[in-house]
C-alpha cells in the first residue's frame, strides 16, 4: 500500500501541521469576535487541535470536518477525552453535509490546497451566512514554478494545482467573497526559519511514514523560497 503525506501526519499525530503552526492560529483567532452562539466550522481538522481551542475558548458550536478516517478517529478520541461538544464529519471538503447560510466562521489550515480549490471556494461560500467569515491559510508558489519542480511538489502531496497569490485573490473573487483581505504571507522556507522548535516526543517508528516525513522535510528546505504561503481572510 502506498501511504501518504497525510497518513504520516495522522500516524505521528501531528497537529498545527501548517506554516506558522498553532502559535498562528491563536494570533488569528485573538484578533476575531466569535461568541458562544457562532456556528463555527474547522474544514481539514486533521486531529482537532484548533477545533478543541474553539470550544474550550469561545464556548461556539465547533464543527470539525476531514476525510482522513485515521484523522477523524484522532480527532473524535481527543474531544472525547476532554469532554468537548465538537461535531465530528468524515466528508471531503468540496461537498460539505451542511445546508446553505449555515456558519459564521471558518478556518481552514493548510487543507484548501489539497482539495480541487474552486471547487472547495465554492462551497465555502455556499455553507457561510452572508457576513461571515473565512480565513484560510494556503500554499502559495512564489511566482512560475520551473515544470520539473511543480510537477514533483504535486505528486509528493497529491495536489490539483499550486496557485500564486493573485490566483487565489481570483478564485475567492470568482465565487462572490467581497473582501479579500492577506493577514500574512511568506516563503515556507523564511517561516521555518523564524518558527519556534516544537517539543520533542518519543513517537513510535515506522520506515514508511519516516520517509514520508523525510521527503517532506526535503522539499521543504529545497524548494522553501518558491513556495510560500498566505493567510487569507474574506467575507461573504
Ligand atoms: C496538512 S494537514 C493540516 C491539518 C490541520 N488543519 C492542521 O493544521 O494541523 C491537511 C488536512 O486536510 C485534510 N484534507 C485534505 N483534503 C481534504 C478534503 N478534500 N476534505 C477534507 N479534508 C481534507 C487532510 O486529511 C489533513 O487532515
Redesign the pocket.
Known amino acids: 500500500m502506498i501511504h501518504s503525506y ?1 497518513d504520516a ?1 495522522a500516524f505521528y499525530e ?5 506554516p506558522g503552526g498553532f502559535e498562528l492560529t491563536r494570533h488569528l483567532l485573538r484578533n476575531e469576535e466569535i461568541n458562544e452562539y457562532d456556528n463555527v466550522l474547522e ?5 482537532g ?2 477545533s478543541q481551542y474553539l470550544a474550550e475558548t469561545y464556548g461556539c458550536q465547533v464543527h470539525a ?4 478516517p485515521e ?1 477523524v478517529k484522532q480527532a473524535t478520541k481527543r474531544f472525547q477525552l476532554g469532554n468537548l461538544p465538537v461535531n465530528v464529519y468524515m ?4 461537498e460539505m453535509p451542511f445546508p446553505n447560510n449555515y456558519f459564521d466562521f471558518i478556518i481552514a ?3 484548501t490546497s ?2 480541487n480549490i474552486q471547487t ?1 471556494i465554492r462551497e465555502y461560500y455556499r455553507v457561510l451566512k452572508p457576513g461571515g467569515t473565512l480565513i484560510s491559510i494556503d500554499m502559495t508558489a512564489e511566482g512560475i514554478l520551473p515544470e520539473e519542480q511543480r510537477k514533483e511538489i504535486m505528486n509528493f502531496y497529491n495536489l490539483k494545482s499550486i496557485l500564486t497569490q493573485p490566483e487565489w485573490i481570483s478564485a475567492f473573487d470568482k465565487e462572490g467573497f467581497a473582501q479579500v483581505k492577506i493577514l500574512k504571507s511568506n516563503t515556507v522556507l523564511e517561516e521555518l526559519k523564524n518558527s519556534k522548535a516544537t517539543e520533542s516526543r518519543i513517537l513510535p517508528s515506522n520506515e514508511d511514514y519516516n520517509r514520508i516525513l523525510e521527503e517532506h522535510y526535503r522539499i521543504t528546505l529545497t524548494y522553501g523560497n518558491s513556495l510560500g504561503f498566505g493567510v487569507f481572510r474574506v467575507m461573504k
Do not use: K, P, R
Not at 501531528?14 to 501548517?18: M, V
Not at 474544514?43 to 486531529?47: Q, R
Not at 466528508?91 to 468540496?94: A, L
Open positions: 497525510q501526519l501531528l497537529e498545527g501541521a501548517h474544514a481539514g481538522c486533521g486531529i487541535q484548533t470536518l476531514d476525510n482522513h484523522m466528508s471531503s471538503i468540496e489550515e493548510s487543507s489539497f482539495t472547495s
